[in-house]
């Protein structure tokens, strides 16, 4: 199962009941190990607030290094490390902004764990114990990046159609690894032996850029797209892409196209007071659209 939290929705500056851009991601299958993609003001105090262990979060994804994005960092590092941590943590930041990362974990003093930055760019692939992270490009004002979290498991060894076929359990790994096996001159193949096929479960993360139709590739089947909506108003599209940011009628039209189920807005205009109006409106554009509150929590069996 995967559980997902939306620590925060707002963009820009938060506002009373809109924390800034946070996502949390866990998987309660492989031993509770997490990951945040992106860090916005006022992190830690929501994570407290909500329960979450914080010591449990392994890699941080920065979409961009806009201040709404980053400046929960410093506090949140700081605060991991009281807790006697010592194994590594890594931050994911697109190419190029490594040394403002740099500059801003300055004012954290030394900690009692190693903290690994890496940069990436689009098309990287960054492989995890129990996920994997694809980047790719977005338009925004400054180099950002998207997220694609993709948690995968393979199908179950399944004891009794080994059992009716005579198939040895001690040979599984070589079937998996080889793609079949030999028995005695019978090929056997993975799905001979197990519940079914392998099963995902796709993140898409996207905010702070301009529509682009290269988008519904990336969200392609996502179980769970997260996606700006920056405004809804439609007389707001000319500030939308001046400043290059999102509509709503946009995330709910790549939503569409992809195929994606769920669909989360997030990055609202502070000035936006009450997205929760238009639900009704989005979902006649994209039937999975959703306005999450701050904290809400999704799991996800899959």
Request: charged share 25%; aromatic share 10%; with cysteine.
């Amino acid at each position: 199962m995967v559980t997902v939290k939306i620590i925060g929705t707002g963009g820009v500056y938060p506002i009373p009941k809109r924390r800034l851009p946070v996502l949390y991601i866990e998987n309660g299958d492989n031993d509770g190990r997490a990951c945040l993609i992106d860090c916005g003001e006022g992190t830690q105090v929501a994570l407290r607030e909500m329960g979450i262990n914080m010591g449990k979060i392994d890699a941080i994804y920065i979409t961009h290094t806009h201040a709404d994005h980053v400046m929960g960092l410093p506090g949140l590092l700081m605060t991991i490390g009281l807790s006697e941590r010592t194994k590594p943590l890594d931050v994911y930041t697109p190419v190029g902004t490594k040394t403002a990362l740099l500059k801003l974990f300055e004012i954290c003093g030394p900690l009692p764990y190693e903290l690994k930055i890496h940069e990436v760019g689009s098309g990287d692939t960054v492989k995890q114990k129990n996920y994997k992270a694809e980047a790719f490009s977005v338009k925004h004002t400054v180099t950002c990046m998207g997220y694609n979290i993709i948690f995968e498991k393979p199908a179950h060894f399944d004891v009794q159609k080994a059992k009716a076929i005579g198939f040895d359990p001690r040979n599984f790994k070589i079937l998996l690894a080889d793609g079949e096996f030999n028995m005695d001159g019978k090929i056997i193949t993975p799905d001979m032996v197990t519940d079914g096929a392998d099963r995902s479960f796709k993140i898409c993360y996207l905010t702070d850029s301009a529509f682009c139709e290269n988008f519904v590739e990336n969200a392609k089947d996502a179980d769970l797209f997260v996606c700006e909506a920056m405004y809804a108003d439609e007389e707001k599209y000319e500030t939308a892409q001046k400043k290059r940011h999102m509509m709503m009628q946009q995330a709910c039209e790549i939503a569409k196209k992809a195929n994606v189920k769920n669909l989360w807005f997030t990055h609202i205009s502070p000035a936006w007071n009450n997205p929760f109006e238009f639900e009704k409106t989005a979902k006649e554009l994209f039937e999975g659209s959703h306005f999450p509150h701050d904290g809400e929590t999704g799991e996800f069996k899959f």
